[in-house]
């Protein structure tokens, strides 16, 4: 069965870290990009971070970058999303996902997606 499925949220003060995880079945590498996504009340839903299929290339949100960091472990079929120096801005909804291609931070034409998990930074 073909699926993504994320974890690792939580509530943190701000400044704290957080490491998501996403872990993925039913596919080899090379066969999908992936990314995050992040989803805040009453916003609409962003590119967070994307690697693309042969793991050469990352990219990040400008409001992220030096701060977040994504990289996989195809030994153990996880996406990790490593997150430092958090601000409450940060608070959002996080999503995994799995699709052909990175444009900048954004996953194009998505095929999967995780249920989401919840990451609140207090100030």
């Known amino acids: 069965q073909v699926q993504v499925a994320e974890s690792g949220g939580g509530l943190v003060q701000a400044g704290g870290s957080l490491r998501l995880s996403c872990t993925y079945s039913g596919f080899t590498r090379d066969t999908y990009a992936m990314g995050w996504f992040r989803q805040a009340p009453g916003q609409a839903r962003q590119g967070v971070s994307c690697?693309?299929?042969?793991?050469?290339?990352?990219y990040h949100r400008d409001s992220v970058k030096g701060r977040f960091s994504i990289s996989r472990d195809h030994a153990k079929n996880t996406l990790y999303l490593e997150m430092n120096v958090l601000k409450p801005e940060d608070t959002a909804m996080y999503y995994c996902?799995?699709?052909?291609?990175?444009?900048?931070?954004?996953?194009?034409?998505?095929?999967?997606w995780g249920q989401g998990t919840q990451v609140t930074v207090s100030s």
């Open positions: 690697v693309s299929k042969d793991d050469l290339l990352t």
């Open positions: 996902a799995a699709g052909s291609e990175c444009s900048g931070p954004t996953l194009l034409r998505t095929s999967l």
